[in-house]
């Protein structure tokens, strides 16, 4: 039972442009989502966070929605850019528990120039 | 953010030897280190969990005879694959997590990996 969902393996948007990435997630009991990068053969890199109090966060060029009701979080990049071409997980844990965190598939991103 | 490290960046190793990893937490006291495998194309599996000072917990399905770890302190945990087999080739992340003092924020910080080719 996959308890993070990313339904899109890809997509591919021009610089300049808006990139959304979605993610669902099944689990009620999750309370905290994070967003990583990641590069072939690197380990992933943090990006963005929200906690399930909030339903918006935003740094720099990255925002990221959080919609409880749907159970659905989306990842906004904007302007996006060459060097955000990468693979993207979402990431989600319930807080005080075991700190694990379930990943989606990853959904790859390139943004064409 | 903190800085995680792995050691080796990749090994290849013969079939039936065993290979250790390290993931050192170098700015940052984890209570809990994650390992995980990434195979070609697909998500990041969690493989355990580990807490500094007691037995890694176990994901369903990985063998704990086969991945041996041990999270000597908060800054150092070790993933031993015993008796390699080609099958065992992946690539090896570790991750370093806890609450830090920043608004009491949960972070989890990756290693770069390791890229296991058992021949």
């Known amino acids: 039972d996959q308890q993070v969902k990313q339904n899109s393996p890809s997509l591919s948007v021009q610089e300049g442009r808006i990139s959304i990435l979605n993610c669902d997630y099944t689990n009620s009991m999750f309370d905290y989502f994070l967003w990583y990068k990641k590069y072939p053969a690197e380990g992933p890199t943090f990006l963005i966070s929200i906690s399930s109090i909030k339903d918006k966060n935003e740094d720099g060029r990255f925002t990221v929605f959080l919609n409880k009701s749907a159970k659905h979080l989306s990842l906004h990049i904007v302007p996006s850019q060459p060097g955000d071409s990468a693979v993207y997980f979402c990431a989600a844990t319930r807080q005080g528990g075991s700190e694990k965190l379930v990943f989606g598939k990853g959904t790859k991103l390139t943004v064409n120039p | 953010g903190a800085v995680v490290s792995q050691h080796p960046s990749w090994v290849i190793c013969k079939s039936g030897t065993s290979v250790k990893i390290e993931c050192r937490s170098l700015?940052?006291?984890?209570?809990?280190m994650f390992w995980y495998r990434q195979f070609p194309k697909q998500s990041l599996m969690l493989m355990a969990t580990?807490?500094?000072?007691?037995?890694?917990?176990?994901e369903q399905g990985v063998e704990k005879d086969k991945f041996l770890i041990n999270h000597a302190s908060l800054t150092l945990s070790t993933l031993t694959v015993t008796s390699a087999h080609p099958e065992d080739s992946s690539f090896y992340i570790c991750?370093?997590?806890?609450?830090?003092?920043?608004?009491?924020?949960?972070?989890?910080?990756f290693g770069p990996g390791t890229r296991l080719t058992v021949l």
């Open positions: 991750s370093a997590a806890g609450t830090s003092g920043r608004l009491g924020v949960y972070e989890q910080f």
């Open positions: 580990s807490n500094e000072g007691s037995k890694a917990t176990y």
């Open positions: 700015d940052f006291q984890a209570t809990t």
